[in-house]
Structures are given as structure tokens and as C-alpha cells.
């Protein structure tokens, strides 16, 4: 009889503490972001933080859901197969959603557009896609501007970079004529480049949705994430990182509160 009571107030215990756990994986752990460090203002490291309109929107997102998140620097070429073999939980770092793409990942639903630049040094003579033909033009590997150089102007020399940084470099020292890449990206690069003069010949909107991917088949996650989004969209916080990191793109329409 003593075991007996025993063993049904531990079941009871169990199902209790089971209750207060909320049986939910995603809200329970402390869900890995892996993100890039040095392409602002989309992402990137300030003062330690992860930061960027990408990185704020997902913080904010979470936090209506209650998931935590701890973020780690990688390289864009790296990401989504980190992401498919749960090395990290989330991608974010402005992945437009490619056919390609989600073959190996699964994405949430969009909350930016692709917007692509042709950035150069001041005095550079290059002034649109036509003129990039014959030369050195960096791009990020495996990135939309990678994808849009080598369809749009094959005769070009493409320069695949692993980062941001390492592909700006090239630029300012002349081992690349232009560079292919996200235009708030590009904008920022010009703000801060107190060495060099960059300007950015060309810009181009593509209808290329931007969204933090998931491990194919965690429905669970994608779902939380697509909440979080949706509540951040409704309470105006999308519009003002927007506003914060992002001044100058255009806000569409789907997006504003």
C-alpha cells in the first residue's frame, strides 16, 4: 500500500512538473542563430551584440514567443548547411529564398525583399551590368548576387568571397574592379569607408523574398517563428527597425502595421 502511494504522488510529481514544462522543445532550449558579424545593417557585431535589422527583428519576434536565442558567427556559404545539420537551430542573415534554397532548408515567411547593388570605387568607369563584362567582380558565394552575375553577365570574372569583409577588402585594394551585393549593405560601405571612396553605380529590386531558416521539417519552430513575425508586423516593430536600420529602402505594403 506504501509503494503504491508512493509511486502514484511520483506520477502525480511527474505530471505536474510535465505541466510547468509546457511540453514545448522549442520554448524549453535555447534555440542556436547563426548569423554573419560583418555585413551591417542587416547583421552584424557592435559592442559585442549581435545586432542588424535581421538579428533586432528576430530577437523581437522571439520574445512574443517566449524562445531564447543565443547567436554565433558564421560564413554565408556555411550557414545553410549548418542550419541542415543542426548545428544551428535558425539562419538569419538576409537569405533570399531561392528554389535551391529550400531543397535543403525550410524558410519562414518573408519579411524583407531582395535589393541588389553594383558598388565601385569612386572614378571607377563602370556605370551598370553592361560594363562589368570582361572584369573582376566580387560576390559572396552562393548568394543571390553570385547567382545574378553568372546568369545575367557570364562573361564576367565572378570572385567568390566566403564574407562580407574579405570581398570589401578586395574591392578597396584593387584585386576586384566592382562588387555585387545587397544594397543596404553597399550604402553602409560607403558611409563607413573613411579610406577609400566607394559609390554604388546601380541598384535593382528583385521579387526574391527574404526568411530565417529552419531545419527541413521542424514545423514547430517555423511556426513559432512565423507567429513572432506576424505580431511584430501587427504591433508596428517591423516598421521601426526598419526605419532604424534600413532608412532609405522602400517599406512594402504587406508589411507595414
Known amino acids: 500500500?506504501?509503494?503504491?502511494?508512493?509511486?502514484?504522488l511520483a506520477a502525480g510529481l511527474v505530471a505536474v512538473l510535465a505541466a510547468c514544462g509546457g511540453g514545448d522543445a522549442a520554448a524549453d532550449k535555447t534555440l542556436r542563430v547563426g548569423t554573419?558579424?560583418?555585413?551591417?545593417?542587416?547583421?552584424?557585431?557592435?559592442?559585442?551584440?549581435?545586432?542588424?535589422?535581421?538579428?533586432?527583428?528576430?530577437?523581437?519576434?522571439?520574445?512574443k514567443q517566449n524562445?531564447?536565442?543565443?547567436?554565433a558567427s558564421t560564413d554565408f556559404s556555411s550557414l545553410l548547411g549548418q542550419v541542415a545539420n543542426n548545428q544551428f537551430d535558425i539562419g538569419s542573415s538576409a537569405i533570399a529564398?531561392?528554389?535551391e534554397r529550400k531543397k535543403?532548408?525550410?524558410?519562414?515567411?518573408?519579411?524583407?525583399f531582395e535589393v541588389m547593388s553594383i558598388q565601385t570605387k569612386d572614378g571607377s568607369p563602370i556605370t551598370d551590368e553592361k560594363a562589368l563584362s570582361g572584369k573582376r567582380v566580387a560576390v559572396i558565394q552562393a548568394t543571390v548576387g553570385d547567382k545574378w552575375l553568372t546568369s545575367t553577365v557570364p562573361d564576367a570574372q565572378a570572385v567568390r568571397f566566403p564574407g562580407y569583409a574579405p570581398a570589401l577588402?578586395?574591392?578597396k585594394s584593387g584585386a576586384v574592379d566592382?562588387?555585387?551585393?545587397?544594397?543596404?549593405?553597399?550604402e553602409t560601405n560607403v558611409k563607413d569607408s573613411t579610406d577609400t571612396k566607394l559609390k554604388v553605380v546601380k541598384s535593382f529590386t528583385t521579387d526574391v523574398p527574404h526568411g530565417f531558416a529552419v531545419k527541413k521539417g521542424n514545423t514547430e519552430l517555423l511556426t513559432k517563428i512565423n507567429e513572432g513575425l506576424k505580431q511584430v508586423i501587427a504591433d508596428g516593430t517591423?516598421?521601426?527597425l526598419h526605419e532604424r536600420f534600413l532608412p532609405t529602402a522602400p517599406v512594402p505594403d504587406q508589411f507595414k502595421a
Open 97 to 99: 529564398q531561392t528554389e
Open 36 to 63: 554573419l558579424s560583418d555585413a551591417p545593417p542587416n547583421i552584424y557585431v557592435e559592442n559585442g551584440t549581435f545586432t542588424g535589422f535581421d538579428n533586432e527583428l528576430l530577437k523581437a519576434a522571439a520574445v
Open 169 to 171: 577588402a578586395a574591392l
Open 104 to 112: 535543403n532548408v525550410d524558410f519562414s515567411n518573408p519579411y524583407n
Open 178 to 186: 566592382a562588387y555585387v551585393l545587397d544594397q543596404a549593405i553597399a
Open 67 to 71: 524562445l531564447k536565442l543565443e547567436f
Open 1 to 8: 500500500m506504501k509503494k503504491t502511494l508512493i509511486a502514484t
Open 238 to 240: 517591423w516598421v521601426k
